[in-house]
């Protein structure tokens, strides 16, 4: 599994925006090795206790406008 998660984390994207917790891609990415090693312990013990954080279920949830010349306040104007 530890090559498996390293594969993951090499294949994130960089320049995307931070989440909930304020980590990016490059933090993970550009971390320590031993990053790898405990965040793959970490998983296995939650998959092992069937744990899940109640943080996985947290998001930012941004709404974008289609059209910016168009009103703010028009549910239509949103990208679903």
Do not use: W
Request: with cysteine.
């Amino acid at each position: 599994m530890l090559k498996q998660f390293d594969k993951c984390v090499n294949m994130l994207k960089m320049g995307k925006a931070a989440g909930i917790d304020c980590l990016m891609a490059e933090h993970i990415k550009y971390a320590h090795p031993i990053l790898i090693v405990l965040l793959v312990t970490l998983i296995n013990i939650l998959l092992t206790r069937s744990l899940v954080p109640d943080g996985f279920g947290q998001g930012i949830v941004i709404p974008l406008l289609k059209n910016p010349d168009l009103g703010r306040t028009d549910s239509g104007n949103l990208v679903r």
